[in-house]
């Protein structure tokens, strides 16, 4: 009798596991599926000036896809970028000396600590081929839950005469 309980008791916990494990994946499987993603391609360097972030001297890269309407901006402070061994980093705006936002059809894409976000820039030091360029990678989000995902190749920071 004490075997028959005890078998039943380890069928009902198991079946209850078995439960509560498909339960808690299928609402991730719909959260996943009903976001929407953007990617964002850029491959052209639309200039740089000077600026402030938080108070401190800071420089201003931005990128574009060569549509009026479409750019993402590099801030980053001179101190960081000096010190930074050609790569930036900011994970879920842990880095106060580096920001990296876009504003792209129309939509403001940025960095947040509230969901997963991320920007990361790979900086290229100029040799007798080429000039410095910069590699980057990002995941935005905007105001309404939409995803961004930032991609480049290596883009060159010589501005051509005509742009």
Request: charged letters at 15%; proline letters at 2%; glycine letters at 6%.
């Amino acid at each position: 009798m004490h075997i028959l309980l005890w078998v039943s008791s380890i069928l009902i916990a198991s079946g209850l596991l078995l439960l509560s494990i498909n339960s808690q994946a299928t609402p991730n499987q719909t959260a996943s599926s009903n976001t929407k993603a953007v990617t964002i391609e850029l491959n052209k360097y639309l200039g740089g000036t000077q600026g402030k972030l938080k108070d401190k001297s800071a420089l201003i890269f931005r990128f574009g896809n060569g549509s009026a309407n479409n750019s993402c901006s590099i801030i980053t402070t001179d101190n960081y970028l000096r010190h930074s061994k050609n790569r930036l980093e900011n994970i879920n705006l842990s880095e106060s000396n580096f920001y990296f936002d876009c504003m792209w059809g129309g939509t403001y894409y940025f960095l947040s600590n509230r969901v997963k976000t991320y920007a990361e820039v790979i900086i290229k030091q100029p040799d007798s081929q080429f000039p410095m360029s910069m590699h980057i990678e990002a995941k935005l989000i905007s105001l309404t839950g939409e995803q961004a995902n930032i991609i480049s190749g290596d883009i060159s920071l010589r501005r051509k005469p005509n742009e």
